[in-house]
């Protein structure tokens, strides 16, 4: 059942029920953190392996410490500077974050989100003591996560309605591309996944230098292979030739259309290709397309994630 009223949307995260929630990245499949069953039947909904971790959705900043037992000056600053918004950050864990959550790791992964409705459902849903809602992408596994409330319904529409679940309807995500996550446990902040907070503004609002990942992260959105839709994704480069045959085409709207293929997206600037992205790759399979062609943003910023989530939808 698609709503629009956020005390529904209270209700049934208060009894312990699933509710996806629009955000400014994507939707999410959110059900109260502390509450063991909710949290197992996301892992149901989605079909997602069970030690990856999820990340815990709050009301504001303030919240952070009942989640994490300390964060370093800088991350702090990084917070208070982008939150609510499209950000992060994996800290030391409190004994609050279950292991379902954390996926038994010592650290948990915490965001304010940047909706109106959901800042709303969540800042009720702490005047009833619950601080927190996981929220993973609200798509089947490894498929291309939903920027609308119908996408959610695609995916998880059978699901949610036979198990009491609700989708609360926010329009579409502002962003369309997943938030920036931080690892925000030594002097420097560390990019575990590129997002809606570029690495220049992580750069200009701590002032420090970004580190790579020492590890290969427990991170299931870094698989090589996942943000995938049925058609198989090409990715070209703007010199390559592509092949005159029926097939989806995304770029820029300064390419030109090969003759014989679907346009499904023709975005004029990279927080329209962003946006518009996780909608053209659905929009391949509803209209049975084999492949899709994707002409790569270069650049850096935001280009970035969407270079990443078309690597990734791309692996075979
Ligand atoms: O924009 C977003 O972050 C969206 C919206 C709904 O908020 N959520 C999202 O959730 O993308 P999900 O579960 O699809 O991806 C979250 C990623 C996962 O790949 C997970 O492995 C990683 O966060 N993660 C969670 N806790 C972690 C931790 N303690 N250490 C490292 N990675 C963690
Ligand atoms: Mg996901």
Same mark, same amino acid.
């Given at each position: ?69 300390? &964060? ?46 959901? &800042? ?35 995916? &998880?529409?059978?699901? &949610? ?156």
């Amino acid at each position: 059942m698609i709503v629009t009223d956020p005390d529904l949307a209270v209700d049934v995260l208060a009894h312990g029920r699933l509710c996806a929630i629009p955000t400014e990245t994507v939707y999410g499949l959110a059900a109260n953190a502390v509450d063991e069953s909710a949290i197992a039947a996301v892992f149901e909904a989605k079909g997602r392996p069970l030690h990856h971790p999820l990340i815990v959705h709050m009301a504001s900043v303030d919240e952070a410490s009942l989640w994490v037992t300390s &964060l370093p000056d800088w991350a702090l600053d990084l917070a208070r500077n982008v939150w609510p918004g499209p950000l992060t950050l994996v800290g030391p864990r409190t004994p609050r974050a279950l292991d379902s959550v954390t996926g038994n790791q010592d650290t948990v992964a915490i965001r304010v989100p940047a909706h109106p409705l959901t &800042l709303q459902v969540l800042e009720k849903l702490s005047q009833r003591n619950i601080f927190g809602v996981v929220a993973p992408s609200a798509n089947r596994f490894g498929h291309v996560s939903p920027t609308t409330a119908h996408h959610v319904e695609e995916d &998880l529409g059978h699901y &949610l309605s036979v198990h009491g679940g609700i989708i609360l309807d926010g329009g579409p995500s502002r962003i369309g591309v997943e938030s920036t996550i931080v690892l925000a446990t030594g002097s420097h902040p560390v990019v575990l996944r590129p997002g809606g907070i570029t690495r220049k503004m992580i750069n200009n609002i701590t002032g420090l230098e970004i580190r790579e990942p020492e590890s290969a992260p427990r991170v299931s959105g870094t698989l090589e292979s996942h943000y995938a839709p049925d058609a198989h994704v090409i990715l070209l480069s703007a010199t390559d030739e592509i092949p005159d045959h029926v097939a989806g085409f995304i770029a820029f709207q300064e390419i030109a259309t090969p003759s014989q293929s679907v346009r499904l997206s023709s975005p004029t600037t990279i927080d329209e290709f962003a946006s518009d992205l996780y909608a053209a790759l659905r929009q391949a399979d509803h209209d049975g397309l084999e492949q899709v062609y994707v002409v790569l943003p270069h650049d850096d910023g935001l280009a970035e994630a969407v270079r990443d989530r078309l690597t990734r939808a791309a692996h075979e």
